[in-house]
């Protein structure tokens, strides 16, 4: 079955780094687009970054633009969110999905805090 792990969220200070890692298994990993999303109490859903399957094409949020960078290792079934110059308002609960016919799958998330 299709499954999506997340990991290396944590509580850092602002303008701090993290490393977001999705883990995924059940499916045929290169042949998907992916994407993460972060989910906020006050905001709810929003779409931060998507990569194509090649790792080539990647796109951005305005808000994270410039700051994160989204990559993927096909061998390694394995897609990552390095997030840089992390501010307050990136606070969330960030989740990587996949859509794989005829449904989206999404991890359980991880946690990201910024907070002095």
């Known amino acids: 079955q299709v499954q999506l792990v997340e990991s290396g969220g944590g509580l850092v200070q602002p303008g701090s780094s993290l490393r977001l890692s999705c883990a995924a298994s059940g499916f045929t990993f290169r042949r998907y687009y992916m994407n993460w999303v972060r989910q906020t109490p006050g905001k709810g859903l929003e779409w931060v970054s998507s990569?194509?399957?090649?790792?080539?094409?990647?796109y951005y949020a305005d808000s994270v633009k410039g700051r994160f960078a989204i990559s993927r290792d096909n061998a390694k079934n394995t897609m990552w969110l390095q997030m840089n110059s992390l501010k307050p308002e990136d606070t969330a609960v960030y989740y990587c999905?996949?859509?794989?016919?005829?449904?989206?799958?999404w991890g359980q998330g991880t946690q990201v805090t910024v907070s002095s």
């Open positions: 999905n996949a859509r794989v016919y005829p449904r989206t799958y």
């Open positions: 990569i194509y399957s090649d790792g080539i094409n990647t």
